[in-house]
């Protein structure tokens, strides 16, 4: 259990760094359009788990925070978000296509393990039509780049409700 105090030292030692938005509104307004874009055609059950992974992958607290809420809100368990972490041996909470885009999710943000694998890149797109992959490719990427921005400016998280930049 932490003390006051422990939780006044946590929360100095990671105060947001800068409100980027704010000192860059252009490339914060071109993310956000960038952001609605890319969600067009793709189920927003499956739209929201690849955020969650996604920023689970880069340790972005801010997003977890923001996605999670708003996949609650939008009706997704809470068993199934928290099981994402352990997908792969939780496989039975998602369906294949899910599984497929998770799985693309992953290889795609983490690309320091070499290049998204054929099998991977393949099972994706045995689910999704072309038109529906380029668009899921598109989300993993946008939330990779919020993810980035996020953890390097410490974007803190807890104070976000569902549909606040919508």
């Known amino acids: 259990m932490s003390t006051a105090e422990e939780t006044v030292e946590y929360?100095?030692?990671?105060?947001?760094r800068m409100q980027w938005a704010k000192h860059s509104p252009e490339v914060y307004?071109?993310?956000?359009?960038?952001?609605?874009?890319?969600?067009?055609?793709?189920?927003?059950?499956?739209?929201?788990?690849?955020?969650?992974?996604?920023?689970?992958?880069?340790h972005c607290a801010f997003c977890l925070d923001m996605h999670t809420k708003d996949a609650l809100a939008a009706g997704e368990s809470v068993e199934r978000i928290v099981q994402l972490s352990a997908w792969e041996e939780s496989r039975h909470f998602y369906t294949e296509k899910e599984l497929a885009a998770i799985e693309l999710t992953e290889a795609v943000t983490v690309l320091t393990d070499g290049f998204v694998p054929d099998e991977v890149y393949d099972r994706a797109a045995q689910h999704?039509?072309?038109?529906?992959?380029?668009?899921?490719?598109?989300?993993?990427?946008?939330?990779?780049?919020?993810?980035?921005f996020g953890v390097t400016t410490r974007m803190t998280p807890g104070h976000y409700r569902p549909g606040q930049y919508k």
């Open 29 to 58: 307004k071109a993310m956000v359009r960038l952001d609605s874009a890319a969600k067009q055609g793709l189920d927003p059950t499956l739209y929201e788990l690849v955020k969650i992974r996604a920023s689970q992958i880069n």
């Open 11 to 16: 929360a100095t030692e990671h105060a947001p």
């Open 128 to 148: 999704f039509e072309e038109a529906e992959l380029a668009q899921l490719i598109a989300a993993i990427t946008v939330i990779n780049a919020w993810n980035r």
